[in-house]
């Protein structure tokens, strides 16, 4: 049976090296791609016969295209993209810089969006695949302190939600993974409180699990997940004095 192939952006630490390690052992030759050439090859290292590095800016339009065609050239066609590229969630409001906000929506929703050009008129054209979105629980409501994260997360749930509704029927599935909070290098400074934290490897997990059962929303810890989900049901005047008690906002 041939091998099938995953791509995974932002994969050189955390969750997406996790889950590249996850998925090769589970039967996928998983190629993966970050800014950090020296960090994918060490990831790589790990199951050298079956992850192969790839480099990669996926602010790059271009360069996102070039990639997935040298997949699908060395590799085979993708199966399964995982567009999971991110950059932080701490912001300070005493210091808006819209350079930096705009830097943030370039990577994790333009770097999403970069990806899903890259492969997805090959998938259309076979009839087949899978593409994947790494959202957050954050993007459900707004959150004090991470104004441009939970912004970009939300734009990304609404594209897969459109693309979910777009792609039915066409054999191109979408996923969008929508995580709590995870142990890995973006959540080390993190100084607010991390409620129901899970290790990179336990998430990783849960994600190929919800990939594996075809799931569209792959939502996790189960207990935030909800948490913030009944938070969407609110209204305003009672979500904004609720979320800053919490949260001390």
Known sequence: ?????????????????ALAIDLA??????????RRAEALAKVARQRPEAISSYPLDVTDAAACARVAREIASTLGPIDLAVLNAGIGASFDICHFDAEDVNRRMAVNYGGTVNGIGAV??????????????????????????AAPYAASKAAMISLAESLHLDLAGSGVAVSVICPGYVTTPLTAGNRQPM????SA???????REGLDAGRFE???????AWLLKAFQRLPYAAYFPIIRRVTGG
């Open 201 to 207: 490897q336990a998430a990783a997990r849960r994600i």
């Open 1 to 17: 049976m041939p091998k099938r192939i995953a791509w995974i952006t932002g994969a050189s630490s955390g969750v997406g090296e």
């Open 120 to 145: 997805l008129p090959a998938m259309q054209a076979r009839g087949t695949g899978r593409i994947a979105m790494t959202a957050s629980v954050a993007g459900y409501r707004g959150l004090p302190g």
């Open 218 to 224: 792959i939502a996790f810890p189960r207990r935030l």
């Open 25 to 34: 052992d589970h039967g996928w030759h998983v190629a993966i791609s970050a």
């Open 195 to 198: 409620p129901f934290v899970i």
